[in-house]
C-alpha cells in the first residue's frame, strides 16, 4: 500500500487556488502509449511561489499545461477554485486562460514589429481591469525600455517583456516553463527577480517549472516530479532571494 501524503503549506490557512484529484494523462503515439501524468494529487494556494523540479520527461510541462487549461487530463479531476476545469468546454478554457492566467514561456514569443511597449499592450487591449503597458514594463524594471523594439533588446530584457505582457492583465495564477532556460545566470536572476516581485506585490499564485534545482531555494515549496507522479514536496522555511542564487 502507498504512503499517505499530505501537501500543506506551513502556513496552510491561504485558500486553494488548484486541487487536482488522481490526474492522469496519456498521449497515443501510433501503437504506443505515453503516460505523462500517473495520477497527481495536488493543492496549490493562494499567493505562494512553487517550483516544479524534475527532470525532462517527467511530466512537468504536462501538469502546468492542464492546470492553464492548455490540455485536459485523460482522467482525474482538476479543480481551480470552484471551476472544474476536468469538465470545461474548449470556450470555457478560453475564457479561464484569458480572465485568470498568465504565461510564460521559455522562449518569448514577441511580435518583432512592435516595440515592447506594443506587445505589452496586445493583451492590456483585451483584457477586463488590466495595468497600463507602461505600469506592467515598470513593474519588471524596464521603464527606460518601452519603445524599443525586440531585437534592441537582449535575451533577458525580451523575457521581461514577456513577463509584464503575461503580468498586464493582473492574472489570478501566473504559469512559467522554464523561464530562464534560455538565459545566462545574470540574465536570468533578472528574470526571476521580477517574477519575485509580481508574486509579491500582486499576490499572484506563481508556479514555476524548472530543472534547474538551485532556483528552488527561492520558493515557498518545491514539488518534485518523476516519472510522471510527484516524488515528495519540500517547504522552504528560509526562502533566497534571487540575487543570492548561484548555478
Same mark, same amino acid.
Given at each position: 500500500m502507498e504512503e499517505e501524503q499530505i501537501y500543506v503549506l506551513a502556513d496552510d490557512t491561504r485558500a486553494v487556488v488548484f486541487e487536482t484529484r488522481g490526474v492522469t494523462k496519456v498521449y497515443h503515439m501510433g501503437e504506443v502509449d505515453v503516460h505523462a501524468l500517473r495520477g497527481v494529487d495536488l493543492q496549490l494556494y493562494q499567493g505562494e511561489f512553487v517550483v516544479l523540479l524534475g527532470p525532462s520527461g517527467s511530466g512537468k510541462s504536462t501538469l502546468l499545461n492542464i492546470l492553464g487549461g492548455l490540455d485536459t487530463p485523460s482522467s482525474g479531476e482538476v479543480h481551480y477554485r470552484d471551476h472544474d476545469l476536468s469538465a470545461a468546454s474548449e470556450r470555457e478554457l478560453t475564457e479561464y486562460r484569458r480572465h485568470h492566467v498568465g504565461f510564460i514561456f521559455q522562449f518569448y514569443n514577441l511580435i518583432p514589429s512592435l516595440t515592447a511597449r506594443e506587445n505589452v499592450a496586445l493583451v492590456t487591449e483585451i483584457s477586463q481591469d488590466p495595468m497600463t503597458p507602461e505600469d506592467a514594463l515598470a513593474m519588471v524594471d524596464l521603464a527606460d525600455r518601452m519603445d524599443h523594439f525586440p531585437s534592441q533588446l537582449s535575451g533577458g530584457q525580451q523575457q521581461r517583456v514577456a513577463v509584464a505582457r503575461a503580468v498586464a492583465k493582473r492574472p489570478e495564477v501566473l504559469l512559467c516553463d522554464e523561464p530562464t532556460g534560455a538565459l545566462d545566470i *545574470? *540574465? &536570468?536572476?533578472?528574470?526571476?527577480?521580477?517574477? =519575485?516581485?509580481? !508574486?509579491? #506585490?500582486? &499576490?499572484?499564485?506563481?508556479?514555476?517549472?524548472?530543472? !534547474?534545482?538551485?532556483?528552488?531555494?527561492?520558493? !515557498?515549496?518545491?514539488?518534485?516530479?518523476?516519472? &510522471?507522479?510527484?516524488?515528495?514536496? +519540500? *517547504?522552504?522555511? +528560509?526562502?533566497?532571494?534571487?540575487? =543570492?542564487? #548561484?548555478?
Open positions: *545574470t *540574465t &536570468g536572476i533578472k528574470v526571476l527577480e521580477a517574477l =519575485e516581485r509580481v !508574486n509579491r #506585490e500582486l &499576490g499572484t499564485t506563481t508556479a514555476v517549472i524548472t530543472h !534547474n534545482a538551485a532556483i528552488a531555494a527561492m520558493a !515557498n515549496r518545491v514539488i518534485h516530479i518523476a516519472d &510522471g507522479r510527484i516524488a515528495r514536496i +519540500d *517547504t522552504n522555511a +528560509d526562502r533566497k532571494q534571487p540575487g =543570492e542564487l #548561484e548555478w
